[in-house]
T-cell receptor, first 115, second 113 residues
Framework: EAGVAQSPRYKIIEKRQSVAFWCNPISGHATLYWYQQILGQGPKLLIQFQNNGVVDDSQLPKDRFSAERLKGVDSTLKIQPAKLEDSAVYLC?????????????FGPGTRLTVL | AQKVTQAQTEISVVEKEDVTLDCVYETRDTTYYLFWYKQPPSGELVFLIRRNSFDEQNEISGRYSWNFQKSTSSFNFTITASQVVDSAVYFCAEGGATNKLIFGTGTLLAVQP
């Protein structure tokens, strides 16, 4: 079974530029999550999708971050414009659905450096 | 509010030693789940265990064991006879009804040969 795929693995941009990350979850997983992991910290949930609808985006900085999952499969996370403090690893995860006993499977992450 | 505390930032042990990673959680949920994940240098989070709030039985899986004590809001993780391959950052997390996970800050475990 293929795992969660993410691209790119690394991205370096200058502040005020835009960047987009892509995630392909495990086939059949209805719930998709984007986490931000700043160096030395645990992952923090940015947004949670159930199929193509948003379940929780309470910690997403909506003035600069946006995410979509149009067909309920792949998802993109965009930052526009980027700030220095956005430097982090962005992790995508998926689960069968959003019930708590369902394990979340994580992708390898995209390491973003904002200069 | 939900909060997970991993007070140990870094632990260094010599191979074959036993090591315990501490986790203390706070939640207002009556039903909740606790998790441990491993993050090796490659960066991918690897699921280790999930326990629900109604099951306080300790669990053993090979060299790994978990001690869940609701009375002290703790969910500690012990590695017996540690190996170099156990070197990683370990995260404890808590999730409520909608699977929104709250992670601790992680414990970096270094196992020296």
């Amino acid at each position: 079974e293929a795992g969660v795929a993410q691209s790119p693995r690394y991205k370096i941009i200058e502040k005020r530029q835009s960047v987009a990350f892509w995630c392909n979850p495990i086939s059949g997983h209805a719930t998709l999550y984007w986490y931000q992991q700043i160096l030395g910290q645990g992952p923090k949930l940015l947004i949670q999708f159930q199929n193509n609808g948003v379940v929780d985006d309470s910690q997403l900085p909506k003035d600069r971050f946006s995410a979509e999952r149009l067909k309920g499969v792949d998802s993109t996370l965009k930052i526009q414009p980027a700030k220095l403090e956005d430097s982090a690893v962005y992790l995508c995860a998926s689960s069968l659905d959003r019930l708590s006993y369902n394990e979340q499977f994580f992708g390898p992450g995209t390491r973003l450096t904002v200069l | 509010a939900q909060k997970v505390t991993q007070a140990q930032t870094e632990i260094s042990v010599v191979e074959k030693e036993d090591v315990t990673l501490d986790c203390v959680y706070e939640t207002r949920d009556t039903t909740y789940y606790l998790f441990w994940y491993k993050q090796p240098p490659s960066g991918e989070l690897v699921f280790l265990i999930r326990r629900n709030s109604f099951d306080e039985q300790n669990e053993i899986s090979g060299r790994y064991s978990w001690n869940f004590q609701k009375s002290t809001s703790s969910f500690n993780f012990t590695i017996t006879a540690s190996q170099v391959v156990d070197s990683a950052v370990y995260f404890c997390a808590e999730g409520g009804a909608t699977n929104k996970l709250i992670f601790g800050t992680g414990t970096l475990l270094a196992v020296q040969p």
